[in-house]
Each structure stands twice: as C-alpha cells, then as structure tokens.
C-alpha cells in the first residue's frame, strides 16, 4: 500500500479498517494546495511521472481550496469575525479525496457511506458522471433529503469543527451516500484541516449564546473520532471538546 499516511482516514481507504464499507474506495492528497504534494502522489500511482495528469489535478485542487477560503472569508465576515480569516487560512491545510462507489452485488447492502458528519472545517463535494448517491439529513429534520448535483455543482458543507468554532452557531450536517442504479459513482472531497488549536472567538459568545466548547487541536478531534470510545457517542465535537 504507498498512499498512506499516519493520520486517521488521509490515505488510501477501502472495504479494511477502519470501517467497513465494501462499495467504497478512496485515495488521499495531503496538503493538496502544494504542487510539490500534488507531484509526490501522482508519482505514486506513475513512479515514471504523468506531467499532464500532475498538471490537471493540481489546477483543480488549487481551484477548490479557493473557493474553500473564499467561502470561510464569506463565513468568518457574516459573523463580525473577519479580522480572523488571514490568520485562519494561514494555518489551514487541506486533504483531497477521490472516491469510487461500485455498483452493489446481488444481495449486497447499497450503503456507500453510512451516515455520518465531517471533522473537517469545511467540505467541498464534486460529483462526477451525474449519479446521484448524497443525502442529507437536516437540522431538527427525521427525513434524508437527495442532493441532485449538475455537472458544475459544488456543495459546501460545515464539519464539526466548524460547529465548536462558531459555538454551535454552524451545523454540522448528517449525511451518507446510497448507491442505486447501474452505474458507478465518482466525486471528490476537499476537507479543510487547523494545523493549531482552533479558539472560539470571543464575538461569538453572549448571554443567548453562552460557551459550548473549549478550545481544541483539530486534529486531536480527528483522532478522537478514530477511537472505539467515539462510537458511543453522538457528537464527537462535544464529546471531544464540549464545556
């Protein structure tokens, strides 16, 4: 296995732990703003270097993390925290996923992914192919929602670290993918990482807000979430770093 990495779902991920989703498989770009990241996983899957497939991902990668600081730029300024973009961007790393889902066999469960929220900041999903699989499930809402992407649909989506950096202002949504029809799926994910401790700013507390989380190492989250103690528990934001 080369695409590897030492922290929790970066790398190559398939049916094997940590979880079991026979229908999914996945690769993963760290820091996928960096060409030089970029050029070491193509060489990965070429060891003799595919220049233009380099070039190509390396356009699309740069273009989604953009439009991922744009978005946090949009965010941060809505809540009367702008002055804290820069700082936050700087210390942002980003992780792109390219992911298959296969047709289901005979009898096979048509799960892709089970419901679940991000421990990203953000996620930015891309679908290919037009074959839908996404589904939603809102804030204070029983039902799942489909997502119906067009070909040039980007979805931003809050994860649970931005749920305790806003004080629970964001919601994190639940999702999943259900995998129906005759053909495969194949979309990508850009999912936002703190390299620090993430603090929640004091703009965001007030008397109809009081303090709900504690300041926290993003990927100390991650790695919580990895851990068979998560499993118990229903949001590993406030399990993790809740007051």
Same mark, same amino acid.
């Given at each position: 296995?080369k695409?590897?990495?030492?922290?929790?779902y970066?790398g190559?991920?398939?049916?094997?732990?940590?979880?079991?989703l026979?229908?999914?498989?996945?690769?993963?770009?760290?820091?996928?703003s960096?060409y030089?990241?970029? &050029?070491?996983f193509?060489?990965?899957?070429?060891?003799?270097?595919?220049h !233009? =497939?380099?070039e @190509?991902? /390396?356009?699309?990668?740069?273009?989604?993390?953009?439009?991922?600081?744009?978005?946090?730029?949009m965010?941060?300024?809505?809540?009367?925290?702008?002055?804290?973009?820069?700082?936050?961007?700087?210390?942002?790393?980003?992780?792109?996923?390219?992911?298959k889902y296969?047709?289901?066999?005979?009898?096979?469960?048509?799960?892709?992914?089970?419901?679940?929220?991000?421990?990203s900041?953000f996620?930015?999903?891309?679908?290919?192919d037009?074959?839908?699989?996404? &589904?939603?499930k809102?804030?204070n809402?029983?039902?799942?929602l489909?997502? !119906? =992407?067009?070909? @040039?649909? /980007?979805?931003?989506?809050a994860?649970?670290?931005?749920?305790?950096?806003s004080?629970?202002?964001?919601?994190s949504a639940t999702?999943?993918?259900?995998?129906?029809g005759?053909?495969?799926?194949?979309s990508?994910?850009?999912?936002?990482?703190?390299k620090?401790?993430?603090?929640?700013?004091?703009?965001?507390?007030?008397d109809?807000?009081?303090?709900?989380?504690?300041?926290f190492?993003?990927?100390?989250?991650?790695?919580y979430?990895?851990?068979d103690?998560?499993?118990?528990?229903?949001?590993?934001?406030?399990?993790y770093c809740?007051?």
């Amino acid at each position: 296995m080369k695409n590897v990495s030492d922290k929790p779902y970066h790398g190559f991920l398939d049916s094997r732990a940590p979880f079991v989703l026979p229908l999914h498989q996945s690769l993963g770009i760290e820091n996928a703003s960096s060409y030089e990241a970029v &050029q070491s996983f193509v060489n990965l899957l070429w060891p003799s270097g595919n220049h !233009h =497939f380099c070039e @190509n991902l /390396f356009a699309y990668s740069k273009k989604i993390t953009e439009m991922e600081q744009l978005v946090k730029r949009m965010v941060f300024e809505s809540y009367g925290v702008g002055k804290y973009t820069d700082s936050h961007i700087a210390s942002t790393t980003y992780l792109l996923r390219t992911m298959k889902y296969r047709i289901p066999k005979m009898g096979e469960e048509n799960i892709g992914a089970e419901a679940h929220t991000d421990k990203s900041f953000f996620t930015i999903l891309h679908q290919f192919d037009g074959v839908n699989g996404l &589904q939603i499930k809102p804030k204070n809402y029983d039902q799942w929602l489909g997502v !119906h =992407f067009s070909p @040039n649909y /980007f979805l931003v989506m809050a994860g649970d670290a931005c749920l305790a950096w806003s004080n629970g202002r964001i919601h994190s949504a639940t999702h999943r993918v259900i995998i129906e029809g005759n053909k495969e799926r194949y979309s990508t994910a850009l999912f936002s990482y703190h390299k620090g401790i993430i603090e929640i700013p004091q703009e965001l507390v007030d008397d109809k807000h009081p303090l709900r989380f504690k300041p926290f190492n993003h990927y100390g989250l991650l790695g919580y979430f990895s851990t068979d103690d998560c499993d118990k528990m229903p949001s590993t934001a406030n399990a993790y770093c809740g007051v």
